[in-house]
């Protein structure tokens, strides 16, 4: 049986909510997760659900998230309660200052969490020790956006886990693991397991580049560094407008820095793929042979597709006394990681201005990164599908 919990702020347990027509909770690798609670209007709930609060759901499967209320929706017979995941509370803060990392996903993150504004009751979990690294360099950006771009670029996860009896929160980094190679945690879904229902895939190539120019004006000077490759049809460019602090850096620190930034950038544009589809606990399990995060192998005979997917989010469903599992796999939509973001009238502004272009080219310090079809649908079947019935 599940049960909604509910928690004041200061994780103070404010009473139980066992009955209810729906529970939608919807949790992301990548980014917050998200709730929505329908439950019966009674003057408990409405004193319980009101915005700030903390929901949780509770049930067999092990709890490691909890929501903030945001939205509220209320009538004479239901209350709607909405919100996100606590790592939300990320999106409060902000980097304050500039900085320039070289370090691995996990030390950048717990750094940017021991130096932001404090958050209530908020501290550092266990370090891990994962591998994945990037450079970059940031000044006074948004701490969530910025744990958004470093988790799509190293394939990092990232929450903030509640203990409630202890009243504390744990900012912890977190990698799913590869359940799509030949061993005894392998997971398959497939016609031949009967575990694909209502499944449909996406093909996107709208924001895929193969060519970063990172660009900068230095001095009253346009420099311009390019990274990637590509030729014919298959060159696809972009303008990476960085935003490298130059003080007392040489002319090979700069140029590094704004190509790690371009670097880091068109890591991101990549083909986006993504494979939904609604399953059952048989003969997998979900959260004991497999959860979010974790890379699972796909194949779907009748559309001649295999491919080893990451599991990105998983809806759960909550009606009728039943759960319902909706999977989505890879990325749902083309992902733009633009670690500047300046807006096009100072980009403009900066054209006007300097008529001197250095344009320096850096040859071999780029490479192409596509997601395939492993088996390989045809390019015709790949348009079909992406007009058709898998749009």
């Given at each position: 049986?599940?049960?909604?919990?509910?928690?004041?702020?200061?994780?103070?347990?404010?009473?139980?909510?066992?009955?209810?027509?729906?529970?939608?909770?919807?949790?992301?690798?990548f980014e917050p997760g998200e709730f929505e609670l329908?439950?019966?209007?009674?003057?408990?709930?409405?004193?319980?659900?009101?915005?700030?609060?903390?929901?949780?759901?509770?049930?067999?499967?092990?709890?490691?998230?909890?929501?903030?209320?945001?939205?509220?929706?209320?009538?004479?017979?239901?209350?709607?309660?909405?919100?996100?995941?606590?790592?939300?509370?990320?999106?409060?803060?902000?980097?304050?200052?500039?900085?320039?990392?070289?370090?691995?996903?996990?030390?950048?993150?717990?750094?940017?969490?021991?130096?932001?504004?404090?958050?209530?009751?908020?501290?550092?979990?266990?370090?891990?020790?994962?591998?994945?690294?990037?450079?970059?360099?940031?000044?006074?950006?948004?701490?969530?956006?910025?744990?958004?771009?470093?988790?799509?670029?190293?394939?990092?996860?990232?929450?903030?886990?509640?203990?409630?009896?202890?009243?504390?929160?744990?900012?912890?980094?977190?990698?799913?693991?590869?359940?799509?190679?030949?061993?005894?945690?392998?997971?398959?879904?497939?016609?031949?397991?009967?575990?694909?229902?209502?499944?449909?895939?996406?093909?996107?190539?709208?924001?895929?580049?193969?060519?970063?120019?990172?660009?900068?004006?230095?001095?009253?000077?346009?420099?311009?560094?390019?990274?990637?490759?590509?030729?014919?049809?298959?060159?696809?460019?972009?303008?990476?407008?960085?935003?490298?602090?130059?003080?007392?850096?040489?002319?090979?620190?700069?140029?590094?820095?704004?190509?790690?930034?371009?670097?880091?950038?068109?890591?991101?544009?990549?083909?986006?793929?993504?494979?939904?589809?609604?399953?059952?606990?048989?003969?997998?399990?979900?959260?004991?042979?497999?959860?979010?995060?974790?890379?699972?192998?796909?194949?779907?005979?009748?559309?001649?597709?295999?491919?080893?997917?990451?599991?990105?989010?998983?809806?759960?469903?909550?009606?009728?006394?039943?759960?319902?599992?909706?999977?989505?796999?890879?990325?749902?939509?083309?992902?733009?990681?633009?670690?500047?973001?300046?807006?096009?009238?100072?980009?403009?502004?900066?054209?006007?201005?300097?008529?001197?272009?250095?344009?320096?080219?850096?040859?071999?310090?780029?490479?192409?990164?596509?997601?395939?079809?492993?088996?390989?649908?045809?390019?015709?079947?790949?348009?079909?599908?992406?007009?058709?019935?898998?749009?």
């Amino acid at each position: 049986m599940t049960e909604v919990r509910v928690y004041s702020p200061e994780l103070e347990l404010q009473g139980i909510i066992d009955e209810f027509s729906s529970l939608i909770w919807i949790r992301r690798y990548f980014e917050p997760g998200e709730f929505e609670l329908h439950c019966p209007y009674s003057e408990s709930n409405r004193q319980m659900l009101i915005a700030e609060n903390i929901v949780q759901r509770f049930n067999d499967l092990r709890t490691l998230e909890a929501g903030v209320i945001e939205s509220i929706t209320m009538d004479a017979d239901e209350i709607v309660a909405k919100g996100r995941f606590m790592e939300s509370y990320l999106e409060r803060r902000l980097i304050r200052g500039t900085y320039t990392y070289g370090d691995t996903a996990e030390n950048i993150m717990r750094s940017i969490v021991s130096s932001m504004s404090q958050i209530p009751m908020l501290t550092l979990g266990d370090l891990k020790g994962y591998t994945s690294a990037l450079s970059f360099q940031i000044s006074y950006k948004n701490v969530l956006s910025t744990f958004k771009k470093i988790a799509k670029s190293t394939g990092t996860g990232y929450r903030i886990r509640p203990d409630l009896s202890e009243r504390v929160l744990y900012f912890e980094v977190y990698e799913g693991k590869d359940r799509s190679q030949d061993n005894a945690d392998k997971v398959i879904f497939s016609e031949k397991y009967d575990n694909l229902q209502n499944e449909q895939w996406k093909y996107n190539t709208t924001d895929y580049k193969t060519m970063a120019y990172a660009a900068q004006t230095i001095n009253q000077t346009l420099m311009v560094y390019p990274t990637g490759s590509g030729e014919g049809l298959g060159l696809r460019e972009v303008k990476i407008t960085t935003s490298v602090d130059t003080k007392d850096m040489s002319a090979a620190q700069i140029q590094a820095a704004m190509m790690e930034d371009a670097q880091a950038s068109l890591a991101n544009k990549t083909i986006a793929e993504s494979f939904s589809f609604s399953t059952t606990d048989e003969p997998f399990t979900y959260r004991h042979n497999y959860d979010v995060g974790d890379i699972v192998l796909i194949k779907h005979n009748a559309w001649n597709y295999s491919n080893s997917l990451r599991v990105t989010e998983v809806e759960e469903d909550y009606e009728r006394g039943g759960m319902d599992t909706v999977l989505t796999c890879g990325t749902t939509a083309p992902i733009t990681v633009d670690w500047t973001a300046e807006s096009e009238e100072k980009q403009c502004q900066y054209m006007q201005m300097n008529t001197d272009i250095s344009l320096i080219h850096q040859e071999g310090t780029g490479h192409m990164r596509q997601s395939h079809l492993k088996t390989g649908l045809s390019r015709f079947l790949q348009r079909a599908y992406f007009k058709g019935a898998c749009r």
